[in-house]
């Protein structure tokens, strides 16, 4: 049966050859008797091929209590590779196996590219939750999510998937051939599988309700101040934010619509090889191999570059200067009345100056004008990432004694992503063009240099001027992963009951390295036009070395007080070169009083050492989102304290009254790598039952609930929480939490240049506090029709919690809780319930299967309720349903034929203010809500 579930030792058990043993994720120990404390949720193969999923991401993001992480629709905060986030609690604190072995990382961040995974030759997806340090180490804080690959696969097989939606677009094509075979008399195995992926875009504006980019406070077209024509500011004075209308300057009136150019599903083109052998060198010796190599070209098109409100030099004498709009910035009259406006220039002195067109003049004169203009005329801008990766495994084992077995293994890996940038521009050149008092040639003519009408409508930038402006910039980062391990697995021969104790023990060793390179342009703050933080060169490594060790301990079998009792002990250690030694250790067990009903349960104190870029990473300022800037508008003229405040976070005095808020959502945030950060603690238990009643033939139903409290967490606060630290109550102008916050130093504003306003501080700190808990459900059935077979399945989730506390020494510091919510603080949505449920209807060789999917009602976070219009504060609940048929037309070829989204559901527009950029996307939430409507697949199988 097709399902995700949580299964149970047994059901794994039954499936397997008899006398081998199995390794369930979470543990070391192979025992084909096993029985594990810990959840784990199982997506087979053939649930795979059901949901037609091309990637893992497809499929993991839609397990419920996964909340969704960077993939396939993240488009503006994408960096070529997709994250699993188990729990809500962060993609780096969960940890990604290939066989029960770590996946090499894709640069500082520690993170496992799992797009990497070879989906052909899975045989099933384990999702371990809850924490399992103890049996993998570090970074299993959430849990683990074990790849497991066919094993002795032998013939030939051959997939072919074609999909499409129904508008037309994000066509994807997938192909994997794979081969195998026994040889030596069945002692060994080898399998080989190459694979290709080709899929498109889907771009915003060709979906309606993606098409027009829309305020969440009005309802009303919105988008950025990065316009066309260009908006300006002339700092050191009042006049405010206006913008070119003609002959003439007037405020701000129309907002650039960015959302056509964006994408809500991302393309990617893949190449991937990967290959395993065993051979049996005696009855008690085996060696074994196996290795992968990816390479994978994903790009991020995001709307055309400009100049984000860079203050650039302006000569009177810009050939491209209007004399109506000279006269305006000299005298800054907007409207005709001068009345409070203070002159930059006399009407004279403007006059000579227009006419100077060299800088030798005396009566030569340059203004700071702060622009706003996008590049239309470039085109959209284009990051593609280049991701190669390779991993290699070998190692032997065998029987140590009759009932101990042992085994050795190293692996290595590199991976290297390289990010390659067009249609941005940089701010030297950009600088250059605009100090030109002649419409052919610029004053610098040494790089040929072109001049730019930043004043004209659209169309007035040429190509000659993209060509001297994008001249392209370039980065790599990658890691590398060494590992050994060695240990011992089986059982004692004796033990306290009937069944023997069951122990592993054993000693691993891994050594990292991550590195970020980068061109100077990409290295130089500000440098590269609309290009958000600098990437500047680091790097880092660090090494662990480990012991564990595992106890299973049957106390009771077959007992008058119950069928089986099972204790569980786990513990590692782990002595870091970077923070030290920490412990990890896990109590659990199981207890079956009677036959058919199972109670289930374990404690785990897990710990995480800092990754190498909440180390080592240079400080730089970006991007984030808010909503609301106490220091916009009218505020801080009426109150002299909070006026003070903003001045002293370096807003000019002459802006206050006109700093606005980035209509496209945006602020400026400074963060970095921390040296002095220790590892984060967590304590994680579940308690559960799984029940196979006697009385009901094939069913089975689980019941969990986890409970996760993380305490010295590595985090950064909130945008909110950097607002509150100043803000709430009576803000002061020596409030450190209010210094921290530096503004435009040319408009007071929160955005612009990140090489002049470093914006909001985010310091990594082990200052935080997270905690989530909730319950998992399942229910499997199958049963014959006599017809027919019929298979039902049902996993749903139940979070009752997921709280961040920035300050867990700090009484004060808000408990923030994102379940149901979304917000700036909340990016991903994280519903109370969710669920799904298959119902599969099997005659011959055929299957018809329909999968509902379940999506709770979420609403804004309720502080931010009265500042979006009431129609964007809720999304109600979404049901998805897919209808899938398989048919094995002959004992060599099938196919299966899927639509996905049967009832062409449409995401709820919340507009484009409401949420962080990565999530909320497009007016919508296209990771957690169907973006792309009705689609269809098809995947034509043959085998040999």
Known sequence: ?????????????????????????????????????????????????????????????????????????????????????????????????????????????????????????????????????????????????????????????????????????????????TVGGNFADGRGNAVFSVGYTDREAVFQGDREYGRENISSFSGLPGGSSTAVPSVITVPGTTSGTLQVDGDSLRPFYAPFNFNPFNVYQTPLEQYRMFGSGRFEITDAIEVFAEGMFVQNTTSTIIAPSGTFRNVLETPLSNPFLTAGIRNQICGLDTDGDTDGVQALFGQAECDAAALATDPNDPNYRTVGIDYGRRFVEFGPRLNEYRTRLFQVKAGARGALTDNL???????????????????????????????????????????????????????????????????????????????????????????????PISIAAGVEYRDYYAFSRSDLLSQTPGEVLGNGAASPDADGSYDVKEAFGELIVPLVVDSPIGEELTLELAGRVSDYSTTGTEYTWKIGGTYTPVYGVQYRGGFQKVTRA??????????????????????????????????????????????????????????????????????????????????????????????????????????????????????????????????????????????????????????????GRVFTDGIDLTMNFNTDLGFGGLDLSFFGNWTNRSTFKANQNDPASLNRDCVGFYSINCPSIQPEFSFTQRTTLSVGDADLSLRWRFIDAVEVEPEFAGDFLEEFTTIGAEHYFDLTANFNVTDNFGFTAAVINLFDNEPKVVGSNIGSTAYNSGNVYPSTYDPLGRRYSVTARMTF
């Open 610 to 767: 800092p990754n190498i870029a909440e180390l080592f990473a240079v400080p730089t300022t970006g991007l984030d989102n808010f909503s609301n800037d106490p220091c916009a508008g009218a505020a801080p003229t009426n109150n002299a304290n909070l006026r003070a405040v903003c001045i002293a976070q370096g807003a000019p005095a002459s802006s206050i009254g006109n700093i606005i808020v980035d209509p496209a959502g945006q602020v400026n945030v400074t963060s970095g790598g921390n040296p002095n950060l220790d590892a984060e603690n967590a304590e994680t238990w579940t308690v559960g039952a799984v029940i196979q009643p006697g009385f009901l033939r094939n069913f089975t139903l689980t019941f969990d609930y986890y409970n996760i409290t993380l305490t010295d967490a590595i985090t950064t606060p909130t945008i909110d929480d950097v607002f509150s630290a100043c803000f709430d109550g009576t803000p002061s102008a020596t409030n450190p939490a209010c210094t921290a916050i530096r503004r435009n130093p040319a408009t007071g504003n929160l955005f612009g240049s990140v090489a002049t306003t470093p914006g909001l501080p985010l310091v990594l700190t082990n200052q």
């Open 1 to 177: 049966m097709a399902q995700v579930s949580e299964e149970t030792p047994e059901a794994e058990a039954a499936t397997a050859p008899a006398g081998q043993a199995i390794v369930v994720t979470g543990s070391r120990i192979a025992d084909p008797n096993i029985e594990s404390a810990s959840p784990v949720a199982v997506v087979t193969a053939e649930e795979l091929t059901l949901q037609q999923a091309n990637t893992v991401e497809e499929s993991l993001r839609q397990i419920p209590g996964i909340v969704p992480s960077v993939g396939s629709n993240v488009n503006n905060g994408n960096g070529g590779s997709t994250y699993i986030n188990l729990r809500g609690l962060g993609a780096n604190r969960n940890l990604v196996l290939l066989n029960g072995t770590r996946v090499v990382p894709q640069g500082l961040n520690g993170l496992t590219n799992i797009d990497v995974i070879p989906v052909a030759l899975l045989e099933r997806m384990d999702v371990l939750t809850g924490g399992a340090g103890a049996a993998y180490g570090a970074d299993a804080i959430s849990g683990v999510v074990n790849f497991i690959t066919k094993q002795d696969f032998s013939g030939a097989e051959l997939a072919a998937t074609n999909a499409i939606t129904e508008e037309g677009d994000g066509y994807t094509f997938r192909a994997d051939l």
């Open 405 to 499: 077995d042992w085994e050795i293994f190293g692996a290595y890996g590199e991976s290297e992503n390289v990010s390659r940038q067009s249609g941005n521009g940089t701010f030297t050149r950009l600088q250059q063009s605009v100090l030109s008092t002649n419409p052919d040639t610029c004053l610098d003519t040494s790089n040929d240099c072109v001049p730019i009408d930043l004043f004209g409508p659209l169309g007035s930038l040429t190509p000659e001027v993209q060509d001297f402006l994008d001249v392209g910039n370039s980065g790599t980062e990658g890691a590398e992963l060494s590992q050994i391990q060695a240990f011992i697995s089986g059982d004692l021969g004796f033990g306290i009951a009937a069944d």
